[in-house]
């Protein structure tokens, strides 16, 4: 389950990472950039919690950081989108389904901003002026209403295909038969399954409950 966790996590980042550099980015759109890649983080750290959302955030920040033609330190984005992931896997819906669009919009939009701020902040630490002269006001703007225009087509989607890949069958039936041998065990009829090596063992427990006047439901006389 872990290893479909982390294939398909690094497959949508990689596709939403070269969708991001090769077509949003250049688009040309006043203020930001429509970010896929932090809708794809949401979306997995929606269904896989807080813990697997921040090493989703850092990975897919850390690829932004390396991939060309980023401008800025790395490790900043990294930063931005491991906190990102880790504050969106708190919220997560219950089972990681959603039950109405109202929370998981009101949490990219939260997304939006403050991955803008925390992105801007650490960039003022480092020297980076270039938010001033954009101007703030209008990157959180327009960061908030291309990212909420964005989220229905592909926030849902990611969630689903999450979902889907979290389930291993293999392991449901495994599963499902150790708790009908347990459950067999606790009933007392003495089925024993793995006890030896040459397969299944079964022991009477009771003796035979279908003689003459025990019957369930019938009186004694």
Same mark, same amino acid.
């Given at each position: 389950?872990?290893?479909?966790?982390?294939?398909?996590?690094?497959?949508?980042?990689?596709?939403?990472?070269?969708?991001?550099?090769?077509?949003?980015?250049?688009?040309?759109?006043?203020?930001?950039?429509?970010?896929?890649?932090?809708?794809?983080?949401?979306?997995?750290?929606? $269904?896989? #919690?807080? /813990? %697997? =959302?921040?090493?989703?955030?850092?990975?897919?920040? !850390?690829?932004?950081?390396? +991939? *060309?033609? &980023?401008?800025?330190?790395?490790?900043?984005?990294?930063?931005?989108?491991? $906190?990102? #992931?880790? /504050? %969106? =896997?708190?919220?997560?819906?219950?089972?990681?389904? !959603?039950?109405?669009?109202? +929370? *998981?919009? &009101?949490?990219?939009?939260?997304?939006?901003?403050?991955?803008?701020?925390?992105?801007? #902040?650490?960039? %003022?630490?480092?020297?980076?002026?270039?938010?001033?002269?954009?101007?703030?006001?209008?990157?959180?703007?327009?960061?908030?209403?291309?990212?909420?225009?964005?989220?229905?087509?592909?926030?849902?989607?990611?969630? %689903?295909?999450?979902?889907?890949?979290?389930?291993?069958?293999?392991?449901?039936?495994?599963?499902?038969?150790?708790?009908?041998?347990?459950?067999?065990?606790?009933?007392?009829?003495?089925?024993?399954?793995?006890?030896?090596?040459?397969?299944?063992?079964?022991?009477?427990?009771?003796?035979?409950?279908?003689?003459?006047?025990?019957?369930?439901?019938?009186?004694?006389?």
């Amino acid at each position: 389950m872990r290893f479909n966790r982390m294939l398909l996590s690094t497959t949508l980042v990689v596709v939403a990472l070269v969708i991001q550099v090769s077509i949003l980015a250049r688009l040309q759109l006043p203020g930001a950039v429509p970010d896929l890649l932090l809708l794809t983080v949401l979306g997995l750290a929606f $269904v896989y #919690g807080h /813990l %697997a =959302g921040a090493f989703i955030g850092f990975g897919a920040g !850390l690829l932004a950081d390396l +991939a *060309p033609p &980023a401008d800025h330190a790395a490790g900043r984005y990294a930063l931005v989108l491991c $906190v990102i #992931g880790y /504050l %969106a =896997g708190l919220v997560r819906p219950e089972n990681g389904q !959603l039950k109405s669009a109202a +929370a *998981p919009m &009101a949490a990219v939009v939260a997304a939006a901003l403050g991955s803008t701020l925390l992105y801007s #902040g650490v960039g %003022a630490l480092v020297g980076d002026t270039a938010a001033r002269h954009v101007g703030l006001g209008s990157l959180l703007l327009s960061a908030a209403i291309y990212d909420l225009l964005l989220a229905p087509f592909t926030v849902p989607l990611i969630m %689903a295909l999450a979902r889907r890949a979290d389930n291993d069958p293999l392991a449901e039936s495994q599963s499902g038969a150790q708790d009908v041998s347990k459950g067999w065990l606790s009933s007392g009829t003495g089925l024993r399954i793995g006890g030896q090596r040459g397969g299944l063992r079964v022991k009477t427990a009771r003796t035979r409950a279908t003689r003459a006047g025990r019957i369930k439901g019938v009186k004694r006389l």
